[in-house]
């Protein structure tokens, strides 16, 4: 099948610039350097493409995301790197981490989310350490209670965890320096806690945070607009096909995809060389037409997502291109909770 | 079950204020003069109470909408209000025409979408006519030619549509004569085009929209805290239901829904009584939390969304609850395309 055979709205992964990515980052972090977000892809599909590239660890975001992960025998070594109290969604990695079907590690910063994890059989914990964004995470302070309530509740603790979030879109001059002072606290939270993994790190910092022992990165792989400028070792590895269904001679025109295949918290999509967007609704974008580019109505346009994470969530697959060439189709198998 | 019991995420319909808002536009339009707007909630479940509160005609934005209620049996009347040039989707819609199934009339604004309804056996038609927002819609001049057009190729013109998208938000001193003067243009085109429906409005116009045979409303069934402003008749009756993950002392928590959870085109959502937005991650919102109301980890948090359609369209279901009690599950099962 070839691109222009797809119907529309379709997500597009560009296969070349998906290679170029997964590789730019092993160079830099290879094999469990990086433990690879899997809340940006949600696809066991991808993520297989990462652990083929030698990344067999993983960051989950919700239990669904570390229950497929499991299922798809790529259990290797799991971190739900979020919060939950949840007993019936928490008890089931319990009973995933017994069974040896995946190694499961949870991350707690607080009494509540200790005796949830301990409660549900959950065997390892990384305590979540405040390191500047205002999100979980406990008062660095803490994070040595937190630990020794971990282990007498019978878990082990494998050290710490903090997302220097704020830094990301830094500007470049000043970011190692912020990374660093972040990541100090994060160390010395880790002597409090003991345990052997300092987890932080993103596509921001990937390049300049030298002190964790693993990066949490996700939007590498794809990348997406707002990014970009803060990660530019990377590509535009994800795009969405659309079709022109209208065409306006007072200068708009307007195709079939809108906000319920894209993620809008980053701002509006970027139309690939014909047009710049104006709106977008439920099922529609209309953008403004370029003079030099006339368009008719049927015509394929590319759309980039401003957030790939979100707009990938949207989404039941992605389909991946080698130029005109559709050469695989991706599940997005891990959405929902 | 009780509403306290539910895993979070959750996306919850208040079913007293869903009852007021359905009965409020019944009162203002009865049976037939409203064609609820499918896309707004993508539930059979849901549609079928608007059919039983008397309105049998519908309103899809996709072909798997109009699909999925001609399946479940509500395809009395179904308007796929869009323009849709892919030969198979809408060849399924003329196969659904034939068969009996569903009576399917399609939105057509341009040759290129009247050959393609032709193409594919879809019956009937509604010229859709710009009317003032940039979107779909030709040119008003236009409408006469586009309805013979699709006669020529064997379709039945049934009327016109116009969505005056661009007054909902306008001040309600100024809102019914800017809608009288975008309803003229489509009484005019329905001169050129024949046939007896003018099908326009929305839950911003619809108590002042007298010039439409029908209108297109769907928002007014959840409403949300952008559009409640502008239709004061009708109330929030959905919620995103929360669990507090953390807490921190320094001002501010964090509950177990984000960007994957939330439409964010139309701003942050609004945190019910305890606190206010500071920004949405992917599985997070963190917010500033009132001085007067200490929160504790494990406490829920009722979220009101600031746009509906795209929030209603990244859940697999909506429970529905009167009070602190679980009614009713509606699965969310119109999505995608």
């Known amino acids: 099948m070839k691109l222009g055979d797809l119907p529309t709205p379709a997500l597009v992964v560009d296969r070349p610039a998906f290679d170029h990515n997964v590789a730019a980052m092993a160079a830099v972090h290879p094999g469990e350097r990086l433990r690879p977000h899997v809340k940006a892809f949600?696809?066991?599909?991808?993520?297989?493409?990462?652990?083929?590239?030698?990344?067999?660890?993983?960051?989950?975001?919700?239990?669904?995301?570390?229950?497929?992960?499991?299922?798809a025998g790529l259990g290797h070594d799991l971190l739900l790197a979020n919060e939950v109290l949840d007993p019936v969604r928490l008890g089931r990695l319990g009973d995933l981490a017994r069974s040896g079907a995946a190694r499961v590690t949870v991350a707690v910063d607080s009494p509540e989310t200790v005796a949830a994890a301990a409660a549900a059989g959950v065997p390892q914990v990384l305590v979540d350490v405040n390191v500047g964004l205002p999100r979980c995470g406990c008062d660095p302070a803490d994070a040595g209670r937190v630990a020794?309530?971990?282990?007498?509740?019978?878990?082990?603790?494998?050290?710490?965890?903090?997302?220097?979030?704020h830094l990301m879109r830094e500007p470049a001059?000043?970011?190692?320096a912020a990374v660093e002072a972040s990541m100090k606290v994060l160390?010395?939270?880790?002597?409090?806690?003991?345990?052997?993994?300092?987890?932080?790190?993103?596509?921001?910092?990937?390049?300049?945070?030298?002190?964790?022992?693993?990066?949490q990165a996700g939007s590498y792989v794809l990348m997406d607009t707002e990014y970009l400028p803060h990660a530019r070792a990377f590509r535009h590895a994800l795009f969405l096909w659309t079709t022109v269904i209208s065409v306006n001679?007072?200068?708009?025109?307007?195709?079939?995809?809108?906000?319920?295949?894209?993620?809008?918290?980053?701002?509006?999509?970027?139309?690939?060389?014909?047009?710049q967007c104006w709106f977008v609704s439920d099922e529609h974008i209309t953008f403004g037409t370029d003079a030099g580019s006339p368009l008719a109505v049927g015509d394929r346009v590319r759309v980039l997502p401003a957030h790939v994470d979100p707009t990938v969530a949207m989404h039941e697959r992605m389909v991946v291109v080698d130029g005109e060439d559709v050469v695989d189709t991706w599940p997005v198998d891990l959405r929902g909770w």
């Open 42 to 71: 949600k696809s066991t599909a991808l993520a297989r493409e990462l652990a083929e590239a030698g990344h067999r660890t993983f960051c989950c975001a919700t239990t669904r995301e570390v229950e497929g992960m499991a299922a």
């Open 173 to 176: 001059a000043a970011k190692a």
């Open 187 to 215: 160390l010395e939270a880790r002597e409090a806690t003991g345990g052997d993994i300092v987890s932080a790190g993103g596509t921001g910092t990937y390049d300049c945070n030298r002190w964790a022992t693993e990066i």
């Open 249 to 275: 001679p007072a200068g708009w025109a307007v195709v079939d995809a809108g906000l319920k295949a894209l993620g809008m918290d980053h701002g509006d999509p970027t139309i690939v060389d014909v047009g």
């Open 148 to 165: 020794d309530l971990a282990r007498s509740s019978g878990m082990a603790v494998r050290g710490v965890m903090g997302y220097e979030g």
